[in-house]
């Protein structure tokens, strides 16, 4: 059974710095992409980043290039995203996918104060 656990959502000021991290198991880690989505109020579930099974491969939204970073560890079945200089507009509910499992978290909160 596919399990995700994201942890690393918090309140932070403009400008901060948060890391999401996404426990993953149940499943072959180390042979599946994974992806970031979120979810503001109101709005569709975006994507937000990408990364394939080695991390040769990232893809990323253009509202968060240059300020967020999407990292794997395959020895410990873990998904990060580094999220820099923290907009307002980045707030939202983040959730960790396998997209060839369709498999979801249940999500962590970030909320980012002006």
């Known amino acids: 059974q596919v399990q995700l656990v994201e942890s690393g959502g918090d309140l932070v000021q403009s400008g901060g710095s948060l890391r999401l991290s996404c426990a993953a198991s149940?499943?072959?880690?180390?042979?599946?992409?994974m992806s970031w989505y979120r979810q503001a109020p109101g709005k569709e579930r975006e994507l937000v980043a990408y990364?394939?099974?080695?991390?040769?491969?990232?893809r990323y939204a253009d509202s968060v290039k240059g300020r967020f970073t999407i990292s794997r560890e395959n020895a410990k079945n873990t998904v990060y995203l580094q999220m820099n200089n923290l907009k307002p507009e980045d707030t939202a509910v983040y959730y960790c996918?396998?997209?060839?499992?369709?498999?979801w978290g249940q999500g962590t909160q970030v909320t980012v104060s002006s």
């Open positions: 149940g499943f072959t880690f180390s042979t599946y992409g």
């Open positions: 996918c396998v997209p060839r499992r369709d498999s």
């Open positions: 990364i394939s099974e080695f991390g040769r491969t990232t």
